[in-house]
């Protein structure tokens, strides 16, 4: 079988705070596309206390990576779930390891990935960025105290993402450096890598990805 042509099937890449959730988000509202966060079904899953939830939840509320095969699990079960149809990614993969076996997955039902894009910014823009963040616990929106404060209404479910304390958010970006920005090169060797200016306003931001990625 050929693997289907024009489908949008994407990786978002980028530092935690570089606003792949809130990009992610707004193209699922704007074309229909899947977001299927590991981050946010982890997360789910430390909510509702089980066993997997368990395991990862130390890891997690440390800055540090999860485990690979339990991260795996999710991500195989949301991409069967959706059927692989349409979707971005958004934090997996993270490791060069996660990536291949991302690759055989996609291989063994004869599509592929259409593009990688690397979101863009320095890190003092996302140490400030992360430390301002809040997040509505129950539907996952991310929050910003000064730029996109969150609405009176929602008081009782916003929270500080225990990531989000300074010594975590520092551990995470050592780890995205170390472990994750590898994959720039991964996927630039495989002419997929979409880089943009994560900088800019979230509606810039939204323009680059949907010109570059011809979204319409
Ligand atoms: P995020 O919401 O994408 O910032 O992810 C929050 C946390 O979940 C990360 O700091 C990791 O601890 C964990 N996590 C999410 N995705 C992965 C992944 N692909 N591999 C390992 N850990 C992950």
Not at 14 to 39: C, D, N, V, W, Y
Not at 111 to 135: G, K, M, P, W, Y
Request: hydrophobic share 35%.
């Amino acid at each position: 079988m050929a693997p289907e042509k024009g489908a949008h099937r994407i990786v978002f890449l980028g530092p935690p705070g570089s606003g792949k959730g809130t990009q992610a988000r707004l193209l699922m509202s704007q074309f229909g596309l899947e977001h299927i966060s590991t981050g946010a079904m982890l997360r789910s899953e430390i909510e509702s206390g089980t066993p997997l939830g368990l395991q990862a939840q130390g890891y997690i509320e440390n800055g540090q990576l999860a485990p690979d095969q339990l991260v795996r699990t999710l991500a195989e079960k949301a991409l069967k779930t959706h059927d692989c149809q349409q979707f971005i990614l958004d934090g997996y993969p993270r490791t060069v390891q996660q990536a291949i076996w991302l690759c055989e997955f996609m291989d063994s039902r004869s599509i592929t990935i259409s593009a990688a894009v690397n979101f863009i910014i320095d890190r003092e823009e996302v140490v400030a960025r992360l430390s301002q963040r809040r997040i509505n616990y129950r539907t996952g929106e991310n929050f910003h105290l000064s730029d996109k404060p969150p609405p009176q209404d929602q008081s009782e479910y916003i929270i500080t993402r225990k990531d989000d304390q300074p010594d975590a958010i520092r551990k995470r970006l050592n780890i995205y450096h170390e472990r994750t920005h590898p994959l720039v090169d991964y996927y630039s060797d495989k002419k997929l890598l979409v880089p943009v200016d994560a900088k800019a306003s979230f509606t810039e931001v939204n323009e680059q990805i949907c010109n570059l990625l011809k979204l319409e």
